[in-house]
């Protein structure tokens, strides 16, 4: 008895997940249907995390794509849509984060890392080639 009710609450949960998921096409014409598939494909889902809401099945993301489709249809271009949902989510809800404010870092910080990073090499490298020969070695030999 309590299996079958374990069974069919774990089914229920599992149809509904997969509900979640926009099955059909959400406009009849073709560039704001590929404008729309776009927009989702770019955006994370903020429960995922990981995952676009494309391909996510967590209730937040079935929001947001109902969100974004509503928008559209309002006339919203992409970037106004970006604005609204890094005003409400962060940037961290956009996969490729802007060229500005904090995210510029994001940006920056890869080349910083590789110039600072060959700076250290080549100051290494002049360093180690500036030493002096130790007279030891050249009179005995290596480990005598």
């Known amino acids: 008895m309590i299996c079958r009710i ?15 998921i926009d099955s059909e096409q959400a406009f009849n014409n073709p560039d704001l ?3 729309y598939e776009n927009l989702i494909a ?9 995952q676009n809401i494309k391909d996510s099945n967590a209730f937040i993301a079935a929001d947001l794509r109902r969100e974004i489709r509503r928008m559209i249809r309002e006339g919203l271009n992409n ?3 970006k604005d609204f ?3 409400r989510y962060g940037d961290f809800v956009l996969y490729r984060p802007r060229y500005e404010g904090k995210a510029i870092i994001l ?5 910083l890392f590789f110039v600072f990073g060959g700076i250290a090499v080549v100051r290494v490298i002049r360093y180690r080639a500036n030493l002096p020969i130790d007279e030891a070695l050249d009179k005995d030999g290596p480990n005598q």
């Open 85 to 87: 949902l890094v005003t």
């Open 33 to 35: 249907q590929a404008r």
């Open 6 to 20: 374990i069974s069919s609450l774990a089914l229920t949960f599992f149809a509904a997940s997969v509900f979640a």
């Open 79 to 81: 970037n106004e849509i």
């Open 107 to 111: 940006w920056i910080a890869p080349f």
């Open 42 to 50: 770019e955006v994370r889902c903020v429960t995922c995390q990981n």
